[in-house]
């Protein structure tokens, strides 16, 4: 079966410095799949190679099969892909459902050709729904640049969410929440419909081990191993990274 | 509850502003009232200003390019075609989209400074143009003798300075209506997302370069219209209408006004260019000094007017190595973010 999204010996340079190093990567449909390693190991270079933020300077990225390499993050936000950040991204003039209704607006479904409010509202709709799920209904009509921080990254999946993503890049969405914030996050990507293929970079391995089925770990922009958790918690080249590496 | 007290207090100043703009021309002599319809017709430009400025994060210096080529189409091109100042509205908002279109490519992946100073670039380009083009524009000399218009079909040339006014009056208000009810519409939630975070906004699948070339030139059709408004009340034309000294005045003024407010804006132009007019009556030939002085008091006391100040796509001013001392790395060659 074709991959959801296949990266084929994907490099970035900056400068002499190699951030990624021919990085093959594969993730299926649905699948939870977690990236993990040393702190400059690539991981978040990867995912903006992978959102098209940042451009590949060699290999290929493969979406559903079709090459996407040298698509900029619009086009791969439209066909499916969706990102949280690791300091969450909103936009703070804009109240909290205002952000969400931005965020549906290319993804929303017009009802018809003479009704060019009707995506709009179909946007609206989506945003009261996801705001309730998220658990900011109250918090609407809030401009989101007076959100504290975990309202913030719940505000991103909302809109991250509202995009309907086949696969969504989660990067380091626990930094900074604290202990109840992570475990409703961790409750909520549980949640996650098994269409949505998730992609995680975490520094907190008991997350990445209670959400993810498969683990890549990088390291100086190479892929050290891939497998379940159990196989990359008995790993000993993986313990060694981790031990000279992680902060 | 105080955003309800200063949403009403905001409607009560405007309705006033409104009903003394209408009543001018009967409390003041009829040159007072052609220097009114003036200041309204550059208060438009200063709109479009803001729509840049402000609302889409695009700081621009260029504005007088599109009022520029929308005064003079009006003036050579749409007493040609018809006497009716509709049909010369139209010629110069096309003639200012046109431009600004043109323009496009230029300022459509720029940013911050940079967007600066094309459009100065751009508008000065304008000017040059304007003064060499003798065969239509009349050249430094100017262009006199244009004839008046009426207003729609089967009304009567606007023959007085009242009339004229008003007329300006009406259209200034009905575009500024208009743009304000665009602005109410996912247009404006769009481009305040730009303004807010361009990148973010890429992220979410929307066509942002499409948005900000759709904006410079909607911004380029009001400057436009702004132009045959000029033509309308000052029947005369030249090149100095269009210099820095314009350019200055607008950003100025909608600094004052508040640049994410379309109607402070407004306000803000039409209170400069009083002020120019009228207080430095006092002292000849030091209005420059005058008003740059007042610039700099204004970025220093005022840097968003009114308002909070709004976010700027791109940086005005030099990143002096923040993005070094976070721990960031410099972004690879062709990054998109």
Same mark, same amino acid.
């Given at each position: 079966?074709?991959?959801?999204?296949?990266?084929?010996?994907?490099?970035?340079?900056?400068?002499?410095?190699?951030?990624?190093?021919?990085?093959?990567?594969?993730?299926?449909?649905?699948?939870?799949?977690?990236?993990?390693?040393?702190?400059?190991?690539?991981?978040?270079?990867?995912?903006?190679?992978?959102?098209?933020?940042?451009?590949?300077?060699?290999?290929?990225?493969?979406?559903?099969?079709?090459?996407?390499?040298?698509?900029?993050?619009?086009?791969?936000?439209?066909?499916?892909?969706?990102?949280?950040?690791?300091?969450?991204?909103?936009?703070?003039?804009?109240?909290?459902?205002?952000?969400?209704?931005?965020?549906?607006?290319?993804?929303?479904?017009?009802?018809?050709?003479?009704?060019?409010?009707?995506?709009?509202?179909?946007?609206?709709?989506?945003?009261?729904?996801?705001?309730?799920?998220?658990?900011?209904?109250?918090?609407?009509?809030?401009?989101?640049?007076?959100?504290?921080?975990?309202?913030?990254?719940?505000?991103?999946?909302?809109?991250?969410?509202?995009?309907?993503?086949?696969?969504?890049?989660?990067?380091?969405?626990?930094?900074?929440?604290?202990?109840?914030?992570?475990?409703?996050?961790?409750?909520?990507?549980?949640?996650?419909?098994?269409?949505?293929?998730?992609?995680?970079?975490?520094?907190?391995?008991?997350?990445?081990?209670?959400?993810?089925?498969?683990?890549?770990?990088?390291?100086?922009?190479?892929?050290?191993?891939?497998?379940?958790?159990?196989?990359?918690?008995?790993?000993?080249?993986?313990?060694?990274?981790?031990?000279?590496?992680?902060? | 509850?105080?955003?309800?007290?200063?949403?009403?207090?905001?409607?009560?100043?405007?309705?006033?502003?409104?009903?003394?703009?209408?009543?001018?021309?009967?409390?003041? &002599?009829?040159?007072?009232?052609?220097?009114?319809?003036?200041?309204?017709?550059?208060?438009?430009?200063?709109?479009?200003?803001?729509?840049?400025?402000?609302?889409?994060?695009?700081?621009?210096?260029?504005?007088?390019?599109?009022?520029?080529?929308?005064?003079?189409?009006?003036?050579?091109?749409?007493?040609?075609?018809?006497?009716?100042?509709?049909?010369?509205?139209?010629?110069?908002?096309?003639?200012?989209?046109?431009?600004?279109?043109?323009?496009?490519?230029?300022?459509?992946?720029?940013?911050?400074?940079?967007?600066?100073?094309?459009?100065?670039?751009?508008?000065?380009?304008?000017?040059?143009?304007?003064?060499?083009?003798?065969?239509?524009?009349?050249?430094?000399?100017?262009?006199?003798?244009?004839?008046?218009?009426?207003?729609?079909?089967?009304?009567?040339?606007?023959?007085?300075?009242?009339?004229?006014?008003?007329?300006?009056?009406?259209?200034?208000?009905?575009?500024?209506?208009?743009?304000?009810?665009?602005?109410?519409?996912?247009?404006?939630?769009?481009?305040?997302?730009?303004?807010?975070?361009?990148?973010?906004?890429?992220?979410?699948?929307?066509?942002?370069?499409?948005?900000?070339?759709?904006?410079?030139?909607?911004?380029?059709?009001?400057?436009?219209?702004?132009?045959?408004?000029?033509?309308?009340?000052?029947?005369?034309?030249?090149?100095? &209408?269009?210099?820095?000294?314009?350019?200055?005045?607008?950003?100025?003024?909608?600094?004052?006004?508040?640049?994410?407010?379309?109607?402070?804006?407004?306000?803000?132009?039409?209170?400069?260019?009083?002020?120019?007019?009228?207080?430095?009556?006092?002292?000849?030939?030091?209005?420059?000094?005058?008003?740059?002085?007042?610039?700099?008091?204004?970025?220093?006391?005022?840097?968003?007017?009114?308002?909070?100040?709004?976010?700027?796509?791109?940086?005005?001013?030099? &990143?002096?190595?923040?993005?070094?001392?976070?721990?960031?790395?410099?972004?690879?060659?062709?990054?998109?973010?």
């Amino acid at each position: 079966m074709t991959p959801l999204l296949s990266a084929r010996g994907v490099t970035v340079r900056y400068g002499s410095l190699a951030a990624l190093d021919g990085v093959d990567l594969r993730i299926d449909h649905g699948q939870r799949h977690a990236l993990i390693g040393p702190n400059g190991a690539g991981k978040t270079t990867l995912l903006g190679v992978l959102g098209g933020a940042i451009p590949a300077g060699g290999g290929r990225v493969l979406l559903a099969g079709r090459d996407v390499t040298r698509l900029g993050p619009a086009a791969r936000a439209r066909r499916g892909i969706g990102r949280i950040h690791q300091r969450p991204a909103v936009w703070e003039t804009l109240t909290a459902a205002e952000n969400v209704v931005v965020a549906a607006l290319p993804h929303a479904v017009r009802p018809g050709r003479w009704r060019p409010s009707g995506r709009r509202r179909a946007a609206e709709r989506t945003a009261a729904t996801l705001l309730a799920r998220v658990g900011l209904p109250e918090l609407a009509g809030v401009p989101a640049g007076r959100l504290a921080h975990g309202q913030r990254r719940q505000l991103e999946i909302a809109m991250a969410l509202a995009g309907r993503p086949r696969l969504l890049l989660l990067d380091e969405p626990a930094a900074g929440l604290s202990a109840g914030e992570v475990e409703r996050l961790a409750e909520f990507l549980r949640e996650l419909p098994r269409a949505v293929a998730v992609l995680l970079v975490e520094h907190r391995l008991d997350l990445v081990y209670a959400l993810c089925d498969t683990v890549t770990v990088l390291r100086d922009g190479r892929p050290l191993a891939t497998g379940t958790p159990a196989q990359i918690r008995a790993s000993d080249p993986v313990r060694q990274a981790y031990a000279e590496g992680v902060a | 509850m105080r955003e309800q007290a200063v949403r009403a207090l905001r409607r009560g100043v405007a309705a006033a502003v409104l009903a003394g703009l209408v009543l001018a021309p009967w409390a003041v &002599d009829d040159y007072t009232a052609a220097l009114l319809a003036r200041t309204l017709a550059l208060g438009l430009v200063a709109v479009s200003v803001a729509l840049l400025t402000g609302v889409a994060g695009l700081p621009t210096l260029g504005q007088t390019a599109p009022y520029a080529a929308g005064a003079y189409t009006s003036a050579v091109l749409g007493g040609q075609v018809s006497d009716v100042g509709v049909v010369h509205l139209a010629v110069a908002a096309v003639a200012g989209a046109a431009l600004a279109a043109v323009t496009v490519p230029l300022v459509v992946h720029a940013r911050g400074v940079v967007v600066l100073m094309i459009t100065l670039a751009v508008g000065e380009l304008a000017v040059v143009l304007v003064g060499r083009w003798r065969s239509v524009t009349g050249g430094t000399d100017g262009l006199a003798g244009i004839a008046q218009v009426r207003p729609l079909w089967g009304m009567p040339v606007l023959a007085t300075d009242r009339a004229r006014y008003l007329y300006t009056l009406v259209v200034v208000a009905a575009l500024v209506g208009l743009v304000l009810l665009v602005l109410r519409t996912r247009v404006g939630l769009l481009l305040r997302a730009g303004r807010d975070d361009e990148a973010r906004l890429r992220a979410s699948g929307h066509r942002v370069s499409l948005q900000v070339a759709g904006v410079h030139v909607a911004a380029g059709a009001v400057a436009g219209a702004a132009g045959s408004l000029l033509v309308v009340a000052q029947q005369y034309l030249s090149p100095a &209408d269009f210099g820095f000294e314009t350019s200055a005045l607008l950003l100025l003024g909608v600094v004052i006004g508040g640049a994410a407010s379309v109607g402070g804006a407004l306000v803000g132009a039409v209170l400069v260019v009083a002020g120019r007019d009228w207080l430095f009556g006092a002292l000849p030939g030091h209005a420059p000094l005058v008003l740059g002085l007042a610039f700099v008091v204004t970025v220093y006391l005022l840097p968003g007017g009114g308002h909070r100040p709004p976010p700027v796509r791109g940086r005005l001013l030099p &990143d002096v190595g923040t993005r070094r001392a976070a721990g960031e790395r410099p972004a690879p060659t062709g990054a998109r973010a």
